[in-house]
């Protein structure tokens, strides 16, 4: 069983790879069949939208790397954690927090909201 920060860790793991194929392999480890993510600029349903998604976010933001702001934590089948994002070596420009609701230890639905987000990047 993974602890709350391993998890968000994963989840994080998925969004910095750029590596298509271990990207996906990484999204089939880490998430549901039936999984779910949404924040307020886009929504994907299952592996592939999923993938689709981190793949738009590499072409618009090149060279940007998401962390982990802080531990995660995790009460029962859910999973908070914050994150922020922004370019190797400079401060980072994007920041928010992700809502994400289990099964096991794979995520099956990630509600992620904007805590910060500069004009240019909106």
């Known amino acids: 069983m ?4 391993e998890l ?3 989840y994080i793991a998925i969004w910095n790879e750029t590596d298509a194929d271990r990207r996906r392999k990484m999204i089939a ?3 549901t069949e039936d ?3 949404v924040d307020p600029m886009m929504k994907a349903e299952g592996y592939a939208e999923i993938d689709g998604l981190v793949a738009a976010v590499h072409d618009r933001f090149p060279g940007f790397r998401f ?6 934590d995790r009460h029962g089948d859910n999973l908070r954690f914050s994150w922020q994002l922004g370019p ?3 401060p980072d420009m994007i920041m928010g927090t992700d809502f994400a609701l289990l099964d096991g230890d794979r ?3 990630v509600n992620g909201f904007i805590d910060q987000l500069p004009a240019e990047a909106a």
Do not use: G, I, N
Request: net charge neutral; charged share 25%.
């Open 2 to 5: 993974f602890d709350a920060t």
């Open 8 to 10: 968000a860790e994963r």
């Open 29 to 31: 480890e880490c998430w």
């Open 35 to 37: 999984a779910v993510y």
């Open 67 to 72: 962390s982990l702001v802080k531990p995660a």
């Open 88 to 90: 190797q070596h400079q």
């Open 107 to 109: 995520m099956k639905t």
